[in-house]
């Protein structure tokens, strides 16, 4: 393999976008193109600068910094086409970047991850290449994908032609992608033992070394790489949920998570980070890589494996589904016909991603116990909203969610009459809002259910206000309500 000069990219979604940019970005000796059939999609990428400010208010996916990040480089050495075949066929090393979701029916429904895009991808690399390729799995895959990719490329390439397969998942979080992706923890490429496949390595991490530091590059067996990525997920999402664990005892004892998590997160051993209490993980990942996880166990006839990761999953829906009881048991049991606003959408701050996000779960619990559900979020635009709390092609309650649902422009919009306020992301804009003019419009006694514990309790109490914080218990809590 020859060293990397051009690099196309097959995906142009939250990781394709924002990662083979900051490649384009640091690396202005090689051309990218990022390719997607999704042609809305592209354009969104191709969008024109906002015609006052200059800046790129309409890309595809919000992340803070990668607007500049794009507008430095499009047209120079970054280019977002639909023209996949052409993109293909010019590169000397491909990434395959597409969805990977949790298949809905056949075999391994709702655990097994859906890989006909990543097939796709390969068989059009397949049909297309002129020259030898290194290409590189960057979508979350279960364990020995990239034996199958080869098999396929291998049967179907014209003669001649050489494939080296790489295993490079991506670990950048979102709301961080583009800081994750200049400053990585580390980046992971699995290859072949072989001759050729160390080779392959060794030119993808000459990429990557044009702003990683080397030692940082860590290279593995293809199995390794691929299975690390489900591992890593699964021990980030384990952690939560054993927070939140913990948040229900907390609530039950008297014991603030906070100070748990704080006191735990002070050994060296455990760490501080990624030990927040919250109303549930969301996000396109850490189910979906689970559930993955779960399938793969059970298919190495590892049923115990497969009921311990299970368990992760559990106590995320009980997580949700506790917070949201809370809300009901708290305003008398009831909250038929009562005003309940959501602060935030996004399944995390600084992305308008809602993929899995706790907040759709949340709406449903409320609008089920009929209330009116009054939401806002920064970001997220009101069609997504839409869209995540109906549910067309199974059946069509647009009518009813209408009925029920109100999009707002702003917190003290979506809070007035409101009986209670329930945060559900944790945006920075919620730690500063005007409490008094909160509470002066909502119906009394007014409530806050902080799921993300960014509001401090005692201020709000002072303000009038009944609050509950997720992992608090009733001990600390204001001692008329407890
Ligand atoms: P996404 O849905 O945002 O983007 C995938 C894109 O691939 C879509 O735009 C789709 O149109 C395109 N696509 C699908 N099939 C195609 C084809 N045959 N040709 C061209 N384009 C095609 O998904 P994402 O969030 O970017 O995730 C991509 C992969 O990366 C997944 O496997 C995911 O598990 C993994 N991953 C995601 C994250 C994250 O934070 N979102 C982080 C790490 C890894
Ligand atoms: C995750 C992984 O972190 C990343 O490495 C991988 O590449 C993709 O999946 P992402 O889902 O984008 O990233 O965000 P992350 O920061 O991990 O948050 C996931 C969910 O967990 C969010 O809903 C977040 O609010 C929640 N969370 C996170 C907590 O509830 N508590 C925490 O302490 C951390």
Redesign the pocket.
Known sequence: APPVRRICC???????GPTCSVIALNCPDITVHI????AA?IAAWNSDPDPVTGELVNLPVYEPGLAEVVKKCRGRNLFFTTD?EKAIEEADLVFV????PTKKSGMGKGFAADLH?VE??TR?IASVSSSSKIIVE????PCRTAASMRTILEANARPGLHFDILSN??????GTAVQDLQNPDRVLIGSLKTKEGELAARRLKDVYAHWVPREKVYTTGLWSSELSKLAANALLAQRISSINAMAAICEATGADVQEVAHACGLDKRIGPNFLKASVGFG???FQ??ILNLVYLSESLNLPQVADYWKQVITMNEYSKSRFAQKVVSTLFNTITAKKVAVLGFAFKKNTGDTRESAAISLCRYFRQENAFVAIYDPKVPEAQIWLDLTEPGVVDDTKQVKEQVTIHKSVQSACKDAEAVVIATEWDEFKTLDWEAIYASMKKPAFVFDGRAIVDPKKLRQVGFKVHTVGQGPEIVDPIWA
């Not at 097959?10 to 394709?16: D, F, K, L, R, S």
């Not at 998942?169 to 979102?174: G, N, T």
């Open positions: 097959i995906g142009a979604g939250y990781v394709g390719a997607d059939i999704n999609r996949i970047s597409v969805n990977t895009y796709a991808s059009l960057k979508s979350t895959v998942p991506e670990f950048l979080a979102e996000g396109s990942c979906k890589d």
